[in-house]
Structure formats: structure tokens, C-alpha cells
């Protein structure tokens, strides 16, 4: 069974109430639990955390580093400007899809770059809460290829 960590930045523990017009609808928990049956189907565990601060996502990837098989991460903010959330995945040596809710190709100019995209095996943006499903679906696939 593929362990799977999915990690949240800033402000994604206020998904379902900040700008709903641009995030959805869709609850932290809700997404959650949608990702818990996708995961039952895929035959992975998973492991939640969310924080608002770069440094404890940070040493949260480095506490977990041995154990987990495989990453799913939706950096939030730190997405365009932290070098050192870029350099932690790195550090990992294991495969991480990146997912963001939004599209963030078509948004401000400022989101449209992505540092950590170059040390993830996918980018999953504009899909809304269902992005994440998506982003598990090609993390375990990968996962199952490298496998064999």
C-alpha cells in the first residue's frame, strides 16, 4: 500500500469560504474525504497536514521524508515565491504532483510562475476540488511504473 502524504499551504484551511467564486465550494474536510475514497479505490493510504507557515511545511517534509512513498502538494502562496519549500521537495527524492484548484496559468501575472514545478512529476491547476483526485491518480500510476 503507497503512502501518500498531501500537503496544504497558506490559507487552504479556509477553502469552502474564501473567494468561492475562484476556490469552490468545496471544505478542507470535504476535499479530504473525497480524497480518502479515491484513495480506497487506489488501493493508498494517505496522510493529511496543512499549515499557513513555510517553515512548518518545511520541517514537516523533512520529519516525514523516510516514510512516505509519494507526495501530493498544493503549495498555496509559497507556490510563487518560496525557493525553499522548491529545495525541501528536492531534497525528498520522492515523486510529487503539484495541484491547485485554480488555474493559475490564466490568473494575475504573479501566480503564473511556479518554482516548486520543476522538482514535481506533474502539475495539476484548474481543475478545482476534483484536481486533487486527478493529482493521486497520476501520482500512483507513477508510482507503480517506477515499481516495475
Known amino acids: 500500500m503507497w503512502q501518500v502524504y498531501v500537503i496544504n499551504g497558506p490559507?487552504?484551511?479556509l477553502l469552502g469560504e474564501r473567494e468561492p467564486g475562484v476556490y469552490g465550494r468545496t471544505s478542507l474536510q470535504e476535499l479530504a474525504k473525497q480524497l480518502r475514497d479515491k484513495a480506497a479505490e487506489l488501493k493508498c493510504s494517505l496522510r493529511f497536514?496543512?499549515?499557513n507557515s513555510e517553515g512548518d511545511i518545511i520541517d514537516y517534509?523533512?520529519?516525514h521524508r523516510v516514510e512516505l512513498d509519494g507526495l501530493l502538494i498544493n503549495p498555496g502562496g509559497l507556490t510563487h515565491t518560496s525557493i525553499a519549500?522548491?529545495?525541501?521537495l528536492a531534497a525528498l527524492g520522492r515523486p510529487a504532483v503539484e495541484v491547485h484548484i485554480s488555474d493559475i496559468?490564466?490568473?494575475e501575472a504573479?501566480?503564473?510562475?511556479?518554482?516548486?514545478?520543476?522538482?514535481?512529476i506533474a502539475q495539476i491547476s484548474g481543475q478545482g476540488a476534483s484536481g486533487y483526485a486527478l493529482a493521486l491518480q497520476t501520482l500512483?500510476?507513477?508510482?507503480?511504473?517506477?515499481?516495475?
Not at 519549500?85 to 525541501?88: I, K, M, N, P, T
Open 11 to 13: 490559507n487552504l484551511n
Open 49 to 51: 497536514f496543512q499549515s
Open 61 to 63: 517534509l523533512h520529519d
Open 85 to 88: 519549500l522548491r529545495d525541501a
Open 105 to 107: 496559468s490564466s490568473r
Open 110 to 120: 504573479f501566480r503564473q510562475h511556479s518554482y516548486v514545478r520543476d522538482v514535481c
Open 140 to 148: 500512483v500510476e507513477h508510482l507503480e511504473r517506477a515499481q516495475t
